[in-house]
């Protein structure tokens, strides 16, 4: 599936089936594959995979096996990224070395007046409440301010985050 070549693909899953292998780990498989090699390139790769695996755990063999088949079929033909999977990688890197840093006041929640007056949500800005739902803030701890963890490929849909971040990414160096 990695090398996106459907019919290899399918060969192996039918070799892994016929050999007794549990299709369970198989469905287990193929949504590690959709989120570590697909990710973010075709986010419905994810769900064509949890749905292979549930239509599996419905039908069973060997109707169910058909479902395994579409979804490997799927992400083979899907644009590959592992943008994600690096991503995650990075942070929780990035946690072991810094451990429980602070959330910043101004996202921190304050449904009481103590945290009220102990600055808990001062400042914060409601994204909701700017044009495009974007607001120039920062929401990572001080020590990581500027750190990027996500950096998108041009491949599927991953392209038009990328513009997107470009774009939120520039106006938060201008300000």
């Known amino acids: 599936m ?3 070549d459907p019919d290899a693909a399918l060969y192996w899953l039918g070799r ?3 050999a007794g292998e549990d299709p369970l780990y198989i469905a287990r498989r193929l949504i590690r594959f959709a989120s570590e090699d697909v ?4 986010p419905h790769a994810l769900q064509v995979a949890v749905s292979a695996m549930q239509a599996y755990q419905f039908v069973g063999s060997p109707e169910g096996d058909l479902a395994l088949a579409q979804s490997t079929v799927y992400l ?5 990224s592992n943008a994600l999977y690096t991503a995650y990688s990075k942070v ?4 072991q070395e810094t451990q429980a840093l602070p959330v910043p006041f101004h ?3 304050a449904p009481t007046s ?5 600055g808990y949500g001062k400042g914060y800005k409601y994204p909701h409440s700017f044009p495009g739902s974007y607001v120039e803030e920062y929401y990572l701890p001080e020590n990581l301010k500027g750190r990027i963890y996500y950096e998108p490929t041009d491949h599927g849909f991953e392209a038009e985050i990328k513009n997107r971040l470009e774009k939120w990414r520039g ?3 201008g300000s």
Do not use: T, V
Request: proline content about 3%.
């Open 114 to 118: 103590l945290m009220k007056k102990l």
């Open 171 to 173: 106006k938060k160096r």
């Open 92 to 95: 929780k890197n990035d946690i």
């Open 107 to 109: 996202i921190r929640n």
């Open 16 to 18: 892994m089936l016929e």
């Open 2 to 4: 990695r090398g996106s």
């Open 76 to 80: 083979a033909c899907a644009p590959k």
């Open 39 to 42: 990710g973010n390139a075709d």
